[in-house]
């Protein structure tokens, strides 16, 4: 297992996420609501939904916010969301994916079109860049939850993949079809994850200059500002140094 961080950059910046909460809970919502209408409303016997409902309550989400959102999956003419992804390249020849829920396919096109054109991109045709990456489990600790050895021992014994340790946190990796089990055993040993998730994890990384990494942190900003857009992945690596330059 590894035990070098660096998470905080191959995914959009929790910062940002921070600042843009009300927008956070409304994705949120999204995903409880389509989670709850392709399987059961019940948290328990529908993982995706657990997974929904556990990311909304790390982030604070109010309980009856998520109530209404699992009540509005089984409410008559509700919005009907599908799942779309698109895959592009960014400034510096970054591979992004970008994850959708939309219940209008042509305008959420339109909008990730526009973000990528606006901000030295060009979104690619389907598989573009998915390639390079390969489809895991996601578990986010904050680092009060222990210190590298404690949750790399834990990871193990959970059955992880790979962890990366960093001063923000650590970021364990499982296969995508042991995750709810490895975030089971991990809860007993560290408790609450931050965040439990399938994610999109790059097999190379990019280092960006300052130049690039400033367009491209803008344009990762404006498709996360689309209401139809749920993650940003990509495979870039930005050193500390800009990152504090760019603020």
Same mark, same amino acid.
């Given at each position: 297992?590894?035990?070098?961080?660096?998470?905080?950059?191959?995914?959009?910046?929790k910062g940002a996420q921070d600042k843009k909460r009300s927008a956070q809970f409304s994705k949120l919502s999204?995903?409880?609501?389509?989670?709850?209408?392709?399987?059961?409303?019940?948290?328990?016997?529908?993982?995706?939904?657990?997974?929904?409902?556990?990311?909304?309550?790390?982030?604070?989400?109010?309980? *009856?916010?998520?109530?209404? =959102?699992?009540?509005? /999956?089984? $409410?008559?003419?509700? +919005?009907?969301? #599908? @799942?779309?992804?698109?895959?592009?390249?960014?400034?510096?020849?970054?591979?992004?994916?970008?994850?959708?829920?939309?219940?209008?396919?042509?305008?959420?096109?339109?909008?990730?079109?526009?973000?990528?054109?606006?901000?030295?991109?060009?979104?690619?045709?389907?598989?573009?860049?998915?390639?390079?990456?390969?489809?895991?489990?996601?578990?986010?600790?904050?680092?009060?939850?222990?210190?590298? *050895?404690?949750?790399?021992? =834990?990871?193990?014994? /959970?059955? $992880?993949?790979?962890? +990366?340790?960093? #001063? @923000?946190?650590?970021?364990?990796?499982?296969?995508?079809?042991?995750?709810?089990?490895?975030?089971?055993?991990?809860?007993?040993?560290?408790?609450?994850?931050?965040?439990?998730?399938?994610?999109?994890?790059?097999?190379?990384?990019?280092?960006?200059?300052?130049?690039?990494?400033?367009?491209?942190?803008?344009?990762?900003?404006?498709?996360?500002?689309?209401?139809?857009?749920?993650?940003?992945?990509?495979?870039?690596?930005?050193?500390?140094?800009?990152?504090?330059?760019?603020?």
């Open positions: 297992m590894a035990g070098h961080s660096k998470f905080k950059n191959i995914m959009h910046r999204r995903e409880i609501t389509v989670a709850a209408k392709m399987g059961t409303p019940d948290p328990d016997m529908n993982p995706r939904l657990r997974l929904a409902v556990n990311n909304a309550k790390a982030l604070s989400m109010p309980k *009856d916010n998520i109530q209404r =959102a699992i009540d509005k /999956a089984a $409410a008559a003419g509700g +919005e009907d969301y #599908e @799942e779309v992804r698109y895959e592009g390249y960014g400034p510096g020849g970054v591979a992004l994916i970008v994850e959708a829920l939309t219940d209008n396919r042509n305008r959420t096109a339109t909008n990730v079109r526009t973000a990528f054109s606006k901000n030295g991109g060009n979104l690619g045709a389907s598989g573009a860049v998915s390639h390079g990456f390969e489809r895991l489990g996601l578990i986010e600790y904050p680092a009060s939850a222990g210190d590298e *050895d404690k949750v790399l021992e =834990a990871a193990i014994e /959970a059955g $992880a993949d790979d962890v +990366e340790s960093g #001063e @923000e946190g650590h970021s364990i990796w499982t296969q995508m079809e042991a995750l709810h089990e490895v975030a089971g055993a991990l809860e007993a040993a560290l408790g609450e994850a931050e965040s439990v998730k399938l994610a999109w994890k790059p097999n190379l990384t990019v280092d960006l200059g300052e130049g690039d990494a400033s367009t491209l942190l803008k344009l990762v900003d404006a498709l996360e500002d689309d209401d139809d857009v749920q993650t940003v992945w990509g495979n870039y690596e930005v050193s500390d140094e800009i990152m504090e330059k760019l603020g």
